[in-house]
């Protein structure tokens, strides 16, 4: 998808930070969480399983596939830096919105393609995005938008998930695959990253 045309990241401002939340799941969340900690504006990243039906699941419960839940990740910005737009653009380009629960060979319920929106306004902006990228393709996009509700199940995962990539970045799935996604990310989208 082509994000050239979009308003470029401001570069200052003279505002407070604005913080807004967004929770995104495009596979594995090790690698979505190591695209989203590159992007200028982001705070923070929490790895995350929701909207499953399991209370309480474990990683291993996760991996099974049959606990409903997506693996996600919460992204805290700075809306004054990097517009709720701009993420989603980014969230498209960096994973495969047209194959149902499989991100490569990444394959189960859990690695679907979702947003979970936490506003009216992030809800109208999601289904503005998602037209925009279904247009732009003979596929169909396969990605969930649903309201962050509160009968939405959210856990944090397990720590050792927590900034994954920058903690074992040699480590076998790492270097096949989120190294080769975050070094065209910063080529090909230089102006958001940090």
């Known amino acids: 998808m082509n994000i050239s045309n979009h308003t470029p990241i401001k570069t200052s401002t003279l505002n407070q930070p604005s913080f807004e939340t967004a929770i995104l799941g495009g596979g594995c969340f090790w690698c979505t969480e190591a695209v989203f900690l590159a992007v200028r504006g982001v705070q923070s990243v929490e790895s995350a399983y929701a909207a499953g039906n399991t209370l309480n699941p474990s990683y291993e419960d996760i991996c099974t596939g049959t606990t409903g839940h997506a693996e996600v990740i919460k992204i805290q910005f700075d809306s004054n830096i990097i517009s709720y737009e701009q993420l989603l653009h980014i969230f498209f380009c960096t994973h495969d ?98």
Do not use: W
């Open 97 to 194: 919105a047209t194959t149902l629960n499989r991100q490569g060979n990444d394959i189960g319920t859990q690695y679907r393609s979702i947003i979970l929106t936490n506003s009216d306004s992030q809800a109208v902006t999601a289904q503005a995005i998602f037209k925009q990228i279904q247009a732009q393709t003979t596929a169909t996009i396969t990605t969930q938008i649903k309201p962050f509700s509160a009968d939405i199940l959210y856990y944090r995962a397990e720590e050792y998930h927590q900034n994954y990539y920058a903690q074992h970045p040699h480590q076998g799935y790492c270097s096949a695959l989120i190294t080769p996604k975050l070094t065209k990310f910063k080529k090909t989208m230089q102006a958001f990253i940090r």
